[in-house]
């Protein structure tokens, strides 16, 4: 016979220390769950820099809001070169303005990126060996960068301000050496993409991407002479007719499963946003070709054997540099096209990655003539790519068809 346990009982003991056990339990739990929750609200206060660590909290708003300032500031001084010394130089021969453009584009771009994200690295396309050798050539960059300034006093602050020297300048500009490769953050530069449309009176970008691990994640364009207006009708000769005309400067920026925005370029804090996406095209002969003016920059007979293949018929837009991608981004045209002129070309970096995730988060994709993503994992070139193919979703399998059956892949 089983006797009933009594209070004093071993078995009584032991539930008591059940009990006991199962308070210090509980209690450790509240007090780590309390530190946890003061350690969060801590890091929500230090979000920008620590997003730019832990990408996944904050996906990448601090690099697109640097991204965009950066490039926007950049572009009050392309702007300035480009009203007051480059517009028709082309006719004389004369590359120095766009030289100046770039060298000073590329420090003060270099500048915000070092003073916010001063572990990561850039490749730029420019380097400041030859300017080091032409003294004049340096001042008069100097002189224009010393007084580059937003008109918003706290966004040019979280730029890094103005630089204190010509000497620091020239070190910053030469900041831009980065190997590039398959790890860690780089920041891809052009400071003037599309020299020859800057030149030209037309159109040019200043264009930065952030690749993170290879893959392209936030990029930013600044288009100081496309219309504002995504109807325009535009061509390669359309541009910044008047000086300070509120009717061109556009910026565009994506980052990585948030989606493509256009906004107004500004003199001050960026202008509202809005998303903007590529056109929906029902019937593939209806689309619009996007392609370079440069014949010697992409396969111009090529194209138009494509443009044949797919029944289409309207004209080209044709445009100097990453305003393509911008075009097509916002349904101003919906297919690029970038064939090779020489088959061993490599397409520079710089050149395609802020418009690779520009188009990609329009709705669009980005491929080499092979139907491969562009590789940005593979140095300061896309040497595993040839060509640039780029459209909507929907037609891009019939683009790359056409492709391969015109350059017989
Ligand atoms: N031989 C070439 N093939 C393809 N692209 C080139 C070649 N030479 C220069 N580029 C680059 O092509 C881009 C502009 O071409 P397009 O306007 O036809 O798209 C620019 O990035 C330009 O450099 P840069 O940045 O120095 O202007
Ligand atoms: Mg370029
Ligand atoms: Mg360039
Ligand atoms: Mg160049």
């Not at 730029?124 to 300034?149: F, N, P, Q």
């Not at 936030?218 to 496309?226: D, E, K, R």
Request: proline share 5%.
């Amino acid at each position: 016979m089983i006797s009933p346990s009594r209070p004093d009982s071993p078995s009584s003991s032991s539930n008591w220390l059940r009990v006991l056990s199962r308070l210090v339990i509980c209690s450790t739990l509240i007090l780590a769950l309390s530190v946890a929750l003061k350690t969060r609200s801590r890091l929500s206060l230090l979000l920008p820099s620590f997003s730019s660590q832990h990408p996944a909290v904050m996906s990448y708003q601090q690099e697109r809001y640097i991204a965009e300032l950066a490039v926007q500031r950049a572009c009050l001084l392309t702007q300035k070169v480009f009203f007051e010394k480059a517009k028709g130089t082309v006719s004389k021969d004369d590359k120095s303005p766009v030289t100046i453009g770039d060298f000073g584009a590329q420090a003060l771009i270099i500048q915000a990126i070092r003073k916010n994200f001063p572990n990561d690295e850039i490749v730029g396309e420019e380097e400041a060996s030859s300017l080091r050798a032409d003294k004049d050539l340096s001042a008069e960059i100097w002189r224009l960068v010393k007084d580059i300034k937003l008109e918003d006093a706290e966004s040019d602050k979280v730029l890094g301000g103005p630089l204190p020297s010509e000497e620091s300048m020239l070190d910053i500009i030469d900041q831009g050496n980065s190997a590039g490769g398959p790890k860690g953050r780089i920041w891809a530069l052009d400071p003037i993409d599309g020299t020859k449309g800057f030149l030209r009176g037309g159109q040019y970008a200043v264009c930065l991407g952030l690749i993170v691990d290879g893959d392209v994640k936030v990029g930013a364009i600044g288009t100081p002479n496309l219309p504002v207006d995504d109807n325009a009708t535009i061509n390669a000769s359309t541009g910044a007719q008047q000086e300070g005309s509120s009717a061109n400067g556009v910026l565009f920026s994506a980052v990585e499963g948030e989606g493509a925005t256009s906004r107004p370029l500004s003199n001050g804090t960026l202008a509202p946003s809005k998303s903007i996406s590529m056109r929906p095209v029902g019937n593939i002969a209806e689309a619009v070709f996007c392609e370079g003016v440069e014949a010697a920059h992409s396969a111009q007979g090529d194209n138009a054997a494509v443009a044949e293949r797919l029944g289409i018929t309207a004209p080209s837009v044709r445009l100097d540099s990453q305003a393509k991608y911008c075009s097509i981004a916002r349904g101003a045209g919906d297919i690029y096209l970038r064939l090779p002129v020489k088959k061993d070309y490599q397409e520079k970096i710089w050149d395609h990655a802020a418009g690779d995730i520009l188009v990609r988060e329009a709705g669009g994709q980005v491929t080499d003539i092979y139907g491969n993503r562009l590789d940005f994992s593979k140095g300061r070139t896309l040497a595993a790519n040839t060509g640039v193919v780029a459209s909507p979703n929907a037609l891009q399998d019939q683009v790359i068809a056409a492709v391969k059956a015109v350059l017989k892949l």
